[in-house]
């Protein structure tokens, strides 16, 4: 059954089945992960994207909430050769449009050769390929999506409770659920903050750690979150994770750059320079950090060589480009954690400049 399409900014034009109805468009993109559609589906890193699983089946072990990185489903829609009904129900009481019988492994060689593209969805019984290809013709980059942050960050700062053993002030430009999670569980107070909140919002946590999250989007228009981790750089630890490593090299004076594709899965191999190990890691950007300024790259992506680890001693800097909280993927880089809050007990906390 046709009563859905996909198109695309090359032109081409996919015919498929809707499995949640609604029309759409976003910057397509995909994941390799096999496992952990439910925590894709919910990381804010995925907003104003289309979402397209590799892996051919999706929702083989149904839905459960506990997963979820976030209170709804983030990306702008959701592609996949098939969806169990689980899934489609959920994204469908989402309002979250949803496809599938087509080939996506086209769509993902697509991507790979031509690089994360424009594309429209249009599903249900009255759609038209004329649809899809009107939303996708509104569809806009990434870049330009400047204020993506209030889309995904709390509105009102919240305290999650560790035991106060360290206070982090966590800046919430689209966190993972499960990166506060860590955080609380080794003893911290996690206060989160809206992802523009000030460097005077931040010293009034009075806290050990200043913690840039993760998100969607270009790190240039996070120009808040670059303010608060250059006022605190040298001052009080600072760590950061995909996103925010972005933001931080950004904020000393290095800068990003757009990737062809963007590295999205459970399986990205990356190395550490000094020791020469590699950990499997969980990873969604599609942004990069083409000069890491007064940063050491300490850690490499096995495949392309681009930064997977920033830091600074005389800083007290630690960040990561990989997800190490591993929701979902593999639990080989979980000891980051650890490591950011060692940061903690090296220096006192002390007021923005």
Same mark, same amino acid.
């Given at each position: 059954?046709?009563?859905?399409?996909?198109?695309?900014?090359?032109?081409?034009? /996919? #015919?498929?089945?809707?499995?949640?109805?609604?029309?759409?468009?976003?910057?397509?993109?995909?994941?390799?992960?096999?496992?952990?559609?439910?925590?894709?589906?919910?990381?804010?890193?995925? +907003?104003?994207?289309?979402?397209?699983? &590799?892996?051919?089946?999706?929702?083989?072990?149904?839905?459960?909430?506990?997963?979820?990185? &976030?209170?709804?489903?983030?990306?702008?829609?959701?592609?996949?050769?098939?969806?169990?009904?689980?899934?489609?129900?959920?994204?469908? &009481?989402?309002?979250?449009?949803?496809?599938?019988?087509?080939?996506?492994?086209?769509?993902?060689?697509?991507?790979?050769?031509?690089?994360?593209?424009?594309?429209?969805?249009? +599903?249900?019984?009255? +759609?038209?390929? #004329?649809?899809?290809?009107? #939303?996708?013709?509104?569809?806009?980059?990434?870049?330009?999506?400047?204020? $993506?942050?209030?889309?995904?960050?709390?509105?009102?700062?919240?305290?999650?409770?560790?035991?106060?053993?360290?206070?982090?002030?966590?800046?919430?430009?689209?966190?993972?659920?499960?990166?506060?999670?860590?955080?609380?569980?080794?003893?911290? =107070?996690?206060?989160?903050?809206?992802?523009?909140?000030?460097?005077?919002?931040?010293?009034?946590?009075?806290?050990?750690?200043? /913690?840039?999250?993760?998100?969607?989007?270009?790190?240039? *228009?996070?120009?808040?979150?670059?303010?608060?981790?250059?006022?605190?750089?040298?001052?009080?630890?600072?760590?950061?994770?995909?996103?925010?490593?972005?933001?931080?090299?950004?904020?000393?004076?290095?800068?990003?750059?757009?990737?062809?594709?963007?590295?999205?899965?459970?399986?990205?191999?990356?190395?550490?320079?000094?020791?020469?190990?590699?950990?499997?890691?969980?990873?969604?950007?599609?942004?990069?950090?083409?000069?890491?300024?007064?940063?050491?790259?300490?850690?490499?992506?096995?495949?392309?060589?681009?930064? #997977?680890?920033?830091? &600074?001693?005389?800083?007290? $800097?630690?960040?990561?480009?990989?997800?190490?909280?591993? *929701?979902?993927?593999?639990?080989?880089?979980? =000891?980051? /954690? =650890?490591?950011?809050?060692?940061?903690?007990?090296?220096?006192?906390?002390?007021? +923005?400049?």
């Amino acid at each position: 059954m046709t009563d859905a399409y996909l198109a695309l900014e090359d032109g081409r034009v /996919f #015919e498929a089945r809707a499995r949640a109805p609604g029309q759409t468009r976003g910057e397509l993109v995909f994941t390799t992960a096999y496992t952990g559609y439910e925590e894709s589906l919910t990381d804010p890193s995925y +907003a104003q994207q289309v979402l397209t699983f &590799s892996y051919p089946l999706i929702g083989n072990y149904g839905v459960r909430d506990e997963r979820f990185e &976030s209170d709804h489903v983030q990306p702008s829609a959701a592609i996949a050769r098939e969806f169990t009904d689980d899934v489609a129900d959920w994204l469908a &009481s989402e309002g979250v449009p949803a496809i599938d019988h087509l080939d996506t492994r086209e769509i993902v060689t697509s991507v790979r050769e031509e690089g994360a593209m424009a594309c429209g969805i249009a +599903a249900g019984e009255d +759609a038209t390929p #004329e649809d899809a290809v009107a #939303e996708m013709e509104a569809c806009v980059p990434m870049s330009d999506h400047t204020d $993506i942050g209030a889309e995904v960050s709390v509105d009102e700062p919240e305290v999650h409770d560790g035991g106060g053993d360290y206070t982090v002030a966590l800046l919430d430009c689209g966190a993972k659920g499960s990166i506060i999670e860590n955080l609380t569980a080794r003893g911290a =107070d996690v206060h989160v903050l809206p992802y523009d909140a000030t460097p005077e919002a931040v010293s009034a946590v009075n806290p050990d750690v200043v /913690f840039v999250s993760n998100g969607p989007g270009d790190p240039e *228009n996070f120009e808040a979150a670059q303010t608060v981790a250059e006022a605190f750089a040298g001052d009080v630890p600072l760590a950061g994770i995909c996103l925010g490593q972005q933001i931080v090299a950004s904020a000393l004076g290095g800068s990003t750059e757009k990737m062809a594709f963007g590295h999205r899965g459970v399986n990205q191999p990356v190395r550490d320079l000094e020791t020469n190990r590699v950990v499997m890691t969980t990873q969604n950007h599609g942004y990069t950090v083409a000069d890491p300024g007064p940063l050491e790259v300490t850690q490499v992506n096995v495949n392309d060589d681009t930064p #997977e680890g920033l830091d &600074s001693e005389d800083l007290d $800097i630690i960040t990561r480009q990989y997800h190490p909280e591993a *929701n979902p993927g593999p639990n080989d880089s979980l =000891d980051f /954690f =650890d490591d950011v809050l060692d940061l903690a007990t090296s220096r006192s906390p002390v007021t +923005a400049d």
